[in-house]
């Protein structure tokens, strides 16, 4: 069995990855309601919180599996907030060296991107290798707080990043045009909820990048928008017209990703097309990614809910994908990890 641990930011999480089976337990420790009365997450308060919370996390595991049974671990090496890394990765040697099995470091962002097969492998764990033949090359698209990007998954399922934002991440635009309208922290999920009983054509907001050949995102110029719409609106108007609002914001969001995604597929000749990442639990986005695949003839792909935020079943599944490199204390663990997006 295989060990997953991820810290990369505010979600202590832990993972077991049977070969035969699929992944057969997984625990988190969620920080939301912590950081919500910051307005976002304070790496200094989620470091030390992952020291509180692992503990209990691994006594939850051993109630239903034996330490004896994990022959490989497999821990979030970056790209995170260097503080939370340090004590994913400590946590990782030190099972390590207590049950004399290695421990592997594995990339953040590329575990997203494989995290759309976790469900093929599980359904029939023993063609896994020859099913995943038949669906590569494949167009990945994350989309998180913290990171918007497209890149390909070849056929020797190396990845190639081919697009990412210029400024914003898709997560970023949403939770950031939230508080804009004072609805709080986290402000995606909340802005999503009230969109539902919205128009999303009430408003035209800009979608950038759009008639650039290249595969890449931007909306910082999204969000400059509404602060100026929203500066018409007194109080009580602005009450009003707030679904309206939302529902054309979330809109412009999402219109930018899958027009940019239908530009990157005709472009090659891609077998499948996934979706992962925290913002990807967006039931427009999902939906629309749904039509984008079937339009384009394309095998789309989606990760599971319970897969798409920062999870340990991806980190452990990232072994069954790739081999991870052997882990190190000193992965990504230095002043700016918590801001590359390096594969």
Not at 145 to 166: P, V
Not at 276 to 301: C, H, M, T
Request: charged share 25%.
């Amino acid at each position: 069995m295989i060990l997953g641990i991820e810290s990369s930011c505010d979600e202590s999480a832990l993972a077991i990855l049977d070969r035969s089976l699929g992944i057969v337990g997984e625990w988190v420790s969620s920080q939301v309601t912590l950081h919500a009365e910051y307005g976002g997450v304070v790496p200094e308060l989620a470091s030390r919180e992952h020291l509180k919370n692992f503990a209990p996390l691994l006594r939850e595991l051993r109630k239903q599996h034996s330490f004896a049974d994990i022959d490989e671990i497999v821990v979030t090496a970056g790209p995170g907030l260097a503080g939370c890394l340090a004590m994913g990765i400590a946590v990782g040697n030190a099972l390590s060296t207590s049950l004399g099995v290695p421990a592997y470091g594995a990339n953040h962002l590329r575990a997203h991107a494989q995290s759309v097969f976790i469900e093929t492998h599980a359904a029939d764990p023993v063609s896994f290798d020859a099913t995943i033949d038949r669906l590569l090359p494949h167009l990945s698209l994350i989309v998180s707080g913290g990171n918007t990007l497209l890149a390909c998954i070849e056929k020797d399922r190396s990845i190639r990043l081919i697009g990412e934002t210029i400024d914003d991440a898709a997560g970023e635009a949403l939770d950031k045009g939230a508080k804009l309208m004072g609805l709080g922290y986290p402000g995606g999920p909340k802005l999503e909820a009230i969109a539902e009983s919205g128009n999303p054509q009430a408003h035209e907001f800009p979608r950038a990048l759009m008639q650039k050949a290249n595969f890449d995102f931007s909306f910082s110029g999204l969000k400059t928008s509404l602060r100026y719409l929203l500066e018409d609106f007194s109080d009580d108007e602005l009450e009003k017209r707030l679904p309206d609002v939302c529902a054309s914001y979330q809109e412009a969001v999402v219109d930018a990703l899958i027009r940019k995604t239908a530009k990157a597929i005709e472009n090659a000749n891609y077998r499948s097309v996934g979706l992962s990442g925290g913002v990807s639990n967006n039931r427009l986005l999902r939906y629309r990614f749904l039509e984008l695949g079937e339009r384009a003839r394309v095998k789309p792909l989606l990760a599971r809910r319970e897969h798409t935020g920062d999870n340990a079943g991806m980190i452990a599944f990232s072994s069954i994908f790739e081999k991870p490199k052997k882990l190190d204390t000193k992965i990504d663990i230095h002043p700016g990890a918590g801001i590359t997006q390096r594969f």
